[in-house]
């Protein structure tokens, strides 16, 4: 028996946090003034006149983002240039004041109605850095409008499934200076939306620290409390308004958040799940010369397989056009991606695999990872931290997908394992992996095989499987 390493397992997820990692797959909608001056960043200058998305569809937003397999999404009701997609009381700088329904409009009334009326999960972006607002760097005073904004949004708008805080500002150091009061901010969260989490600056959802859609070999959950300090993600985030920021990948020395070398040497932990958020074109907002940029399937594909199946969850950003709806190549690339994972997921088979472990507890036996859920899950006896798996068909199988899933309700305990498959009479190994956590995707290139063996060869204390898929 090896000696066993309780403290990190006994950091777990809260009930929102869960919730939020089961979402997986979700939009961001930026849409703004920007749209219509063609900007990434306003100056919070611009005339709300020239606001007129005139055939604004928020239920064609919502069926292109449910068609791609997405569950909720996120919109920009105010980014830097403090414009607000709702008439808002505290502002004049409001859709009201556009020619958008003759300033009856309420874009976000329509797009949360959208989402609940399809049953996707409605999200709030405020942005924190407003460069309309006077009294932007005033302290209190803003931090006191900040909070009427919120309190608006989270309570006339339905069930809000996160909020989502930027880090970003372009002030510089001879700019205005908000020292915000975010423990003020997320007292209203917890209080209005208790449900909610709050992302980036914010304790339940760890911005993966780039734009670019780049993914971590080894995303763990469990990493030390400093990787929230709101100060070092503001940092972190775009300074200026320039294109090189979101082609930024992660760099090395942030590679390795929460190994058990890196959690040895940390007083305070926290369960702090990454999201990777990324735009399906170069830039956040709509560009006219950006239309036949759209990323393609492979690498949209290749996100999702290392970010949801990475212990992490994806973010996708689609922008509407001048006319408020998704351009023609953007929706056609969700629908792409929504066949995709239909026909990569659509059927499990281990529905005719045979399953043998060689260790578990009683009761936690290896037929429980036939159910993706949280109730029954297979685990080893106390003190065992390896174990192998088989599974077993009686003619070989073609297989391009293996997933993995961690009862996270126990923490993420898993440190190693590896895949090997029978092929030709020979055990081949062909994955070798650390981190399971929430979901593992391992892309297999259309393996031909009749065994698959699973050895878990490290763990924090005796490792858990809520599921296995075999696609
Ligand atoms: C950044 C912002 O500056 C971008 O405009 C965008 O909103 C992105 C999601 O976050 O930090």
Redesign the pocket.
């Known amino acids: 028996m090896k000696e066993i390493d309780n403290r990190l397992v006994q950091i777990v997820p809260s009930e929102r946090q869960l919730n939020h990692q089961k979402l997986q797959f979700y939009s961001?909608v930026?849409f703004t003034l920007n749209t219509f001056t063609d900007k990434?960043?306003g100056d919070g200058t611009e005339e709300p006149a020239i606001f007129n998305p005139e055939k604004l569809d928020a239920k064609q937003w919502v069926d292109s983002i449910k068609a791609a397999g997405m569950k909720g999404l996120i919109l920009?009701c105010k980014?830097?240039d403090g414009f607000c997609l709702w008439p808002s009381n505290y502002t004049e700088h409001t859709v009201a004041a556009s020619p958008y329904k003759e300033g009856k409009g309420d874009i976000v009334k329509e797009v949360s109605k959208a989402c609940s009326d399809a049953g996707i999960a409605f999200g709030v972006y405020l942005s924190p850095w407003d460069r309309n607002n006077k009294s932007y760097g005033q302290g209190k005073e803003y931090d006191d409008f900040f909070i009427h904004q919120l309190e608006e949004l989270l309570t006339n708008y339905g069930e809000v499934f996160t909020v989502w805080f930027?880090?970003?500002c372009g002030e510089g150091p001879n700019g205005k200076k908000q020292i915000y009061d975010w423990d003020r901010y997320y007292e209203v969260i917890r209080r209005l939306q208790p449900g909610a989490c709050i992302s980036v600056c914010g304790p339940d959802v760890r911005w993966c620290g780039n734009?670019a859609g780049d993914t971590r070999a080894s995303e763990w959950s469990v990493v030390p409390m400093r990787t929230r300090d709101t100060e070092k993600i503001a940092e972190n985030?775009?300074q200026q308004d320039d294109d090189c920021f979101r082609e930024r990948n992660i760099s090395a020395h942030d590679a390795d958040l929460g190994s058990r070398e890196i959690l040895d040497k940390e007083k305070e932990l926290i369960w702090y799940p990454a999201e990777v958020?990324t735009s399906i074109r170069p830039g956040?907002f709509y560009h006219e010369y950006e239309d036949d940029k759209v990323k393609p399937l492979s690498k949209l594909i290749h996100i999702y397989n290392n970010s949801v199946g990475g212990n992490a969850t994806f973010l996708l950003n689609i922008p509407p056009t001048k006319e408020g709806l998704f351009h023609e190549n953007d929706v056609k690339r969700l629908h792409e991606i929504g066949a995709y994972l239909k026909q990569a997921y659509g059927k499990n088979l281990m529905d005719l695999a045979e399953l043998k472990a060689d260790s578990f507890m009683p009761g936690f036996d290896i037929e429980n990872v036939r159910t993706d859920d949280y109730d029954t899950y297979f685990r080893t006896n106390d003190g065992v931290t390896d174990c192998m798996i088989h599974l077993m068909w009686r003619e070989k199988v073609e297989v391009n997908h293996l997933v993995l899933k961690e009862n996270i309700r126990l923490s993420q305990r898993i440190e190693k394992f590896e895949v090997q498959s029978l092929i030709d009479g020979n055990y081949n190994t062909i994955y070798e992996g650390t981190v399971v956590g929430h979901k593992k995707i391992i892309p297999l290139e259309n393996i031909s095989t009749s065994e698959i063996i699973i050895r878990i060869l490290d763990a924090r204390v005796a490792p858990t499987l809520s599921f296995l898929g075999v696609y």
Do not use: I, V, Y
Request: proline content about 0%; cysteine-free.
């Open positions: 961001f930026h990434e960043w920009t980014h830097h930027d880090g970003a734009e985030s775009q958020n956040w």
